[in-house]
């Protein structure tokens, strides 16, 4: 599989905002899927269907316990996200960088008075 296969997959698994919240809440800890649902205030049918959906991406992993499913973040592929993301992070940096240094080279302008100060007088 190329490398931009590899990262579309949890690019297009996360362009979801509720699989968001749901790496956001699992950031922290493994959690039930019962403790997920309450949390997002959503039916657990409709999370199980999310996490059916991010476990498939590969984005986390499921283990059972009892008559729990515990779900867990799997950082890998984000890892692999931000490696891809990389050049553009340095791209951005180095334009903030040329943009501070024009900005350095710029003459001071004098800050503006308050509002209330300048109506006053």
Avoid: C
């Avoid at 490398?3 to 790496?23: G, K, N």
């Amino acid at each position: 599989m190329k490398y931009v296969e590899v990262v579309s997959l949890p690019f297009d698994v996360l362009a979801d905002p509720t699989r968001r919240r749901v790496l956001n809440l699992l950031l922290g800890r493994p959690r039930h899927v019962g403790e997920i649902a309450h949390d997002l205030e959503m039916s657990q049918p409709r999370v199980s269907e999310h996490l059916r959906v991010l476990r498939d991406a590969g984005l986390v992993t499921v283990r059972a316990e009892a008559q729990r499913r515990w779900y867990e973040l799997r950082p890998e592929p984000l890892a692999d996200l931000d490696a891809w993301l990389a050049p553009y992070r340095r791209l951005w940096t180095e334009r903030l960088e040329m943009l501070e240094r024009h900005l350095d080279t710029m003459p001071d302008v004098p800050e503006e008075q308050p509002r209330q100060a300048a109506e006053e007088q």
